[in-house]
């Protein structure tokens, strides 16, 4: 067993932190004890109002039913950029860095105003009106921040579909939220190569009939099909528009955007954010937990496609006034020390990012990192799944030289911004852990029915009072809402990760409980990749589990059983793989496939996953009881012959 070792605060960054232990420990108590009392100040500090509101939160997670702020009003857009113009209007919003090293661009927060102002009227010459959804397919350059902030400007619902979604992906997300607009450009560049976005808007709008106008951005001035009663290049649209639109004054519940995430059954779900919590939430993060100062240099290396990318390289850091750096390539590109140049570069103070890129970045070994000074790094973070300690030890040791803390940060697209994360001048680290709450998070650990557990124990992580910015629905299906998330346990929202609660109240998040798969922090379903391997006329059935990986965390791997008369082969591997890519997108291919003769299953026709997580991970003396097996000789067949790795 890896020996933890744990890092108390350095007194040296504690003494110009945003929150000290004590602090932390006030204003938790307070935020449980008298939740409106501390809301109220929040809000006021974090955000600027057009009105304010009536009542601070209400909410019934029985109905799904949840107000925060109501009646306030507000804009995302105008808390983003127009107030801030006074004082830091020729400030840098937006570091933007190029794929391509050579490429970067800085915009000033009065430049942001004038590039979101010319995108909203633009939105609104096309008939875009409070409420509509418009769809991002964009690749990471400063037009996919315009382009949200400029929905959020004129009250339209933004639905950013990620850049690596298959068209099969995108089309399914713009009918289910029935998007009449799509922003897109005619190619991304990542690492070095091109990717097709607007040849896969085209084949997904071809089955879009009311998207009435896709807007284009010239990216690399590819070759691209166009389609003139629909198509209208970015450029154009905005060339003879004005830099000044007005802010739609916005009440806190109105729907601010939809982001698609994968559950444990069924399509990808809506999960629809309101205004004013969702803002307070983010704001609040990025200033307590990533410990934003006054100047700071901020890099998240999400992509907007996620929610990372909306809450920490868009509206938290922007709320806040920071500089925000928004990277278009990959950590790898051109080689593995692009990250460390890229901080030396522009003087990055935070660095964000997911597990996966930290250990990618620690096979490369030390080197690469060292040819940076890396001198302007404060701190350091992690987000999208578990971090191995000792991935958790080269991030730093080797990238931060001890100076910075880790903050390892669990949350959730439905949770809307961090909900268990160390403050860094308040709480000692201890590598792997996510640590403590945030403000007003009531987490709890119960067993699978419902009794809460008390002290250091391991259970499921159920959060027990609602908070800002919190999911408000599933879009088009509320009901989808409360069975998913308030349905498992009375009165608390679930999770769907598992968690361990040491003795001094620090969460260790284990992953998660449910038939969700976390490949490289992407969140993907179990069920989605069997659907589209079961598509194949060749696939008589498909069972999807995931293994230990060192490098993506999980592993995709599938177990296919052929049809009568079928024979495996490598021609017929790769058609399974391209059907995955097809269907939803290259990021859920397979890292195995094992052909299964037989599944096992129970007498009522059960797959037991159990078993196949089992023999995946190569744990075959815990496989368990197989007795009440159908036909317990399939699980020996399977052993025999499991997939090459
Ligand atoms: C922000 C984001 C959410 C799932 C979540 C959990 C896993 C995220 C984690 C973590 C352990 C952390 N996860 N952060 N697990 N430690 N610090 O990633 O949102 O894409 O919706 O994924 O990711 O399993 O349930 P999302």
Same mark, same amino acid.
């Given at each position: ?10 007194? *040296? ?5 945003? #929150? ?48 925060? &702020? ?101 089309? !399914?997300? #713009? ?8 922003? @897109? ?50 450029? *154009? ?9 007005? /802010? ?10 939809? $982001? ?15 205004? /004013?919590?969702?803002? $307070? ?7 307590? #937990?990533? !410990? ?19 809450? %920490?390289?868009? %509206?938290?850091?922007? /709320? ?22 890229? =901080? ?83 709480? @000692? ?64 929202? &679930? ?17 998660? =409980? !449910? ?60 058609? $399974? ?57 399939? =699980? ?10």
């Amino acid at each position: 067993m890896y020996k933890i070792k744990n890092h108390p605060v350095d007194p *040296d960054y504690a003494k110009d932190a945003n #929150i000290t232990e004590q602090q932390y420990q006030a204003w938790y108590k307070e935020s449980l004890e008298q939740p409106d009392q501390f809301w109220a100040a929040r809000a006021k500090q974090f955000l600027d109002w057009s009105k304010p509101w009536s009542s601070v939160n209400e909410y019934n997670f029985a109905k799904g039913e949840t107000t925060w &702020f109501k009646d306030g009003k507000l804009n995302a857009c105008y808390n983003c950029i127009d107030r801030h113009l006074e004082k830091r209007g020729n400030q840098v919003a937006i570091i933007w860095e190029g794929d391509d090293p050579s490429e970067d661009l800085s915009i000033t927060y009065r430049q942001l105003y004038e590039q979101v102002g010319r995108l909203s009227n633009a939105l609104l010459a096309q008939g875009v009106k409070k409420g509509d959804r418009v769809c991002l397919y964009m690749p990471m350059i400063p037009e996919a921040a315009y382009a949200m902030l400029a929905c959020a400007r004129i009250g339209a619902v933004h639905s950013v579909v990620f850049g690596g979604f298959s068209p099969e992906s995108l089309k !399914d997300r #713009i009918l289910d939220s029935d998007c009449q607009v799509l922003i @897109t450009a005619d190619e991304g560049l990542r690492g070095g190569r091109s990717i097709a976005l607007k040849e896969n808007a085209d084949k997904a709008l071809a089955h879009c009939p009311d998207v009435r106008c896709c807007l284009v951005v010239k990216r690399t001035g590819a070759e691209i099909g166009w389609n003139n009663s629909r198509d209208v290049w970015y450029h *154009d649209a905005v060339a003879d528009m004005s830099p000044d639109c007005p /802010a739609q004054e916005m009440d806190s519940e109105d729907p601010m955007f939809i $982001l698609y995430t994968s559950g444990s059954t069924g399509k990808p779900k809506g999960v629809m954010h309101t205004t /004013a919590g969702y803002m $307070l939430g983010s704001a609040m993060t990025h200033r307590y #937990i990533l !410990d934003y100062r006054e100047g700071d240099i901020f890099w998240c290396t999400a992509d907007v496609g996620w929610i990372t990318g909306h809450s %920490y390289i868009v %509206y938290g850091p922007l /709320a806040n006034g920071a500089t925000t750096l928004m990277f278009e390539g990959v950590p790898t590109y051109p080689d593995a020390s692009r990250c460390w140049q890229v =901080v030396d570069k522009h003087k990055v103070n935070t660095f964000y990012t997911a597990p996966t890129a930290i250990r990618a970045l620690m096979s490369q070994g030390n080197e690469p990192v060292k040819k940076f000074s890396r001198a302007s790094l404060r701190l350091l973070g992690t987000v999208g799944e578990p971090i191995n300690p000792e991935a958790w030890e080269w991030y730093y040791n080797v990238v931060g030289e001890t100076r910075c803390p880790v903050v390892d940060t669990w949350w959730q697209t439905e949770t809307g911004s961090i909900m268990i994360a160390p403050m860094p001048g308040a709480h @000692t680290l201890k590598p792997g852990s996510a640590t403590v709450p945030f403000f007003g998070i009531e987490p709890a650990l119960v067993d699978n029915d419902g009794n809460e557990l008390q002290g250091a124990c391991e259970g499921n992580l159920v959060i027990k009072r609602s908070w800002p910015s919190q999911i408000r629905s599933v879009y088009g299906d509320h009901q989808r809402m409360i069975d998913t998330y308030f349905s498992t346990y009375p009165d608390t929202y &679930f999770t769907g990760d598992g968690a361990r609660r040491d003795e001094d109240g620090y969460y260790w998040i284990t992953g998660r =409980v !449910d038939d969700v798969l976390n490949v490289s922090g992407h969140r993907m379903g179990t069920a989605e990749i069997e659907s589209a391997l079961v598509l194949h006329d060749a696939v008589a059935e498909a069972a999807v589990v995931g293994y230990p990986h060192d490098i993506k965390g999980q592993g995709v791997y599938a177990y296919v059983t052929l049809m009568a008369g079928i024979q495996p082969s490598e021609a017929l591997r790769k058609e $399974l793989l391209d059907a995955v890519s097809k269907e939803i997108g290259a990021i859920a291919k397979p890292d195995l496939i094992q052909w299964a003769p037989g599944l096992p299953k129970t007498r009522s026709g059960k797959i037991m996953r159990r078993i196949l997580r089992k023999i995946a991970a190569n744990e075959l003396d815990t496989l368990g009881d197989t007795s009440t097996l159908a036909d317990p000789a399939v =699980v020996n067949e399977l052993i025999d012959n499991r997939a090459n790795r």
